[in-house]
């Protein structure tokens, strides 16, 4: 059963710093990795989409990488801002037939002016 | 730009009560479905829709129907709301399906069921 792990659950830095969010799932078989943003009392927003075969995308600030053999996906976060504060998610679609998303719980971030 | 549009923002309803959360995209997308978020439980799929006139289960369809006439409207109703069901409840939307495609959310209904 795929299973889908964010640690740490909160993460507070100062203005400025490049960060790292981690997302682990445990079966490498997987179709997609999302990542999400959720800002308090809010809805969610796409930030990024990896297919399995690709390693990375970058947005802007934003880059997350995939390494399907390891379980891991990095969610990094280039001169953080406080704008940048909020929960950040990430969700995979296993392979297979029951391609539903399994979702993380989530890194809550905090980034002090 | 409106994406996904869901109402009410908040509801408070007694226990046994019926109601209806209302979602509503003007993307045209084919792909429509219903989350749930708890406290330390994320997020859970309850129904999901990959067209008009098809629904279909997710992991916690208890309690909730939907229906799926239009491609523009994907309401759920809570037929005998428990304790059970306060939660924050999320619409998505996706063009290619929830397969490869990007999710698209509305801000969410705030239920509590007293």
């Known amino acids: 059963k795929q299973e889908v792990t964010q640690i740490p659950a909160a993460l507070s830095v100062p203005e400025g710093e490049n960060l790292v969010l981690n997302c682990s799932f445990t079966d490498s078989a997987i179709y997609n990795l999302q990542w999400f943003r959720q800002d308090p009392g809010k809805g969610l927003t796409s930030l990024l989409l990896i297919q399995s075969s690709q390693r990375e995308q970058t947005s802007g600030r934003l880059n997350a990488s995939l390494d399907k053999s390891s379980g891991r996906s990095t969610l990094y976060i280039a001169a953080s801002q406080p704008g940048d504060s909020a929960t950040y998610l990430c969700a995979v679609i296993p392979a297979g037939n029951n391609r539903k998303l399994i979702w993380g719980l989530g890194t809550s971030l905090a980034v002090n002016p | 730009n409106a994406g996904v549009t869901q109402t009410p923002k908040f509801q408070v309803l007694k226990t046994g009560q019926s109601m209806t959360l209302q979602c509503a995209q003007d993307?045209?997308?084919?792909?429509m479905s219903w989350y749930r978020q708890d406290p330390g439980m994320g997020l859970r799929l309850i129904h999901y829709s990959v067209g008009a006139g098809i629904t279909d289960q997710g992991e916690v369809p208890n309690g909730y129907n939907v229906s799926r006439s239009t491609t523009e409207d994907f309401p759920l109703r809570l037929l005998s709301a428990a304790p059970s069901q306060t939660s924050v409840y999320f619409c998505?939307?996706?063009?290619?399906?929830?397969?490869?495609?990007?999710?698209?959310f509305g801000e969410g209904s705030r239920l509590t069921v007293l």
């Open positions: 998505a939307s996706s063009s290619t399906g929830h397969l490869t495609g990007e999710l698209f």
């Open positions: 993307m045209n997308h084919e792909y």
